[in-house]
């Protein structure tokens, strides 16, 4: 079955800081990983996708993640923090909690200090 | 193109009442999910539908639960009677290829039980 894990429900950097979101993974067969953001009172909005192409896989916003099957890891990256980016994360993998739907992690809240 | 449509945005219903949920997804994705995020939670599966057929409902709670897709586009989401604990958003999401290179996301129906 699949199952996603996110380290820290909440990270704190200052504006221009890396940004750095772990997300570790379990599934049984090769996986489809995504990271969404989710603005206040918004739907999800999808960052980038791993769909078992190029391991290190560019988003928009300045994001990326890399795809690490020894590790089961998929950490999301942003070299210099903005003040647009403070929102809740979630990391997702297809399947596990239904045919094909996501199954999602508990979200980690990112708050940037000016 | 347009986006995937709910309604209503906000609802606040005594418990014991009952709710229905809309939402329209974007045109030509075949396969339609709903999701009930508890506040602080990752988003998590209720039921997917292919078409307007059911592929998987086994975390919707059936007995006050139910959704239908009827000419396998809009779909409703009922809940009957509701509890407390239903409070949460409730979000569609649709799929052109059962999820393969991603989903996309309504803003959400956020319903609170008083």
């Known amino acids: 079955a699949q199952s996603v894990t996110q380290l820290g429900s909440h990270v704190s950097v200052s504006e221009g800081a890396l940004v750095l979101l772990r997300c570790n993974y379990s599934?049984?067969?090769?996986?489809?990983l995504f990271w969404y953001v989710q603005y206040p009172n918004q739907g999800l909005q999808l960052l980038l996708k791993y769909t078992s192409a190029a391991t290190l896989v560019k988003g928009i916003n300045g994001f990326e993640a890399e795809f690490k099957k020894s590790e089961t890891s998929f950490h999301l990256t942003k070299p210099s923090a903005h003040m647009s980016d403070a929102a809740e994360y979630f990391c997702a993998v297809r399947g596990g909690g239904g045919a094909d739907g996501l199954t999602f992690g508990k979200g980690t809240h990112l708050i940037i200090q000016p | 193109e347009a986006g995937v449509a709910q309604s209503p945005r906000y609802k606040i219903i005594e418990k014991r009442q009952s709710v229905a949920f809309w939402c329209n997804p974007i045109s030509g994705h075949a396969t339609l999910y709903w999701y009930q995020q508890i506040l602080g939670q990752g988003p998590k599966l209720l039921i997917q539908?292919?078409?307007?057929?059911?592929?998987?409902d086994s975390q919707l709670p059936k007995d006050r639960f139910s959704a239908e897709r009827l000419k396998g586009v809009d779909s409703t989401l009922k809940i009957q009677p509701a509890k407390l604990e239903d409070s949460a958003v409730y979000l569609c999401?649709?799929?052109?290829?059962?999820?393969?290179?991603?989903?996309?996301f309504g803003s959400g129906t956020r319903l609170t039980v008083v």
């Open positions: 999401a649709s799929s052109l290829d059962a999820g393969y290179y991603g989903y996309t």
């Open positions: 539908f292919q078409n307007n057929g059911v592929v998987d």
């Open positions: 599934s049984s067969v090769p996986p489809y």
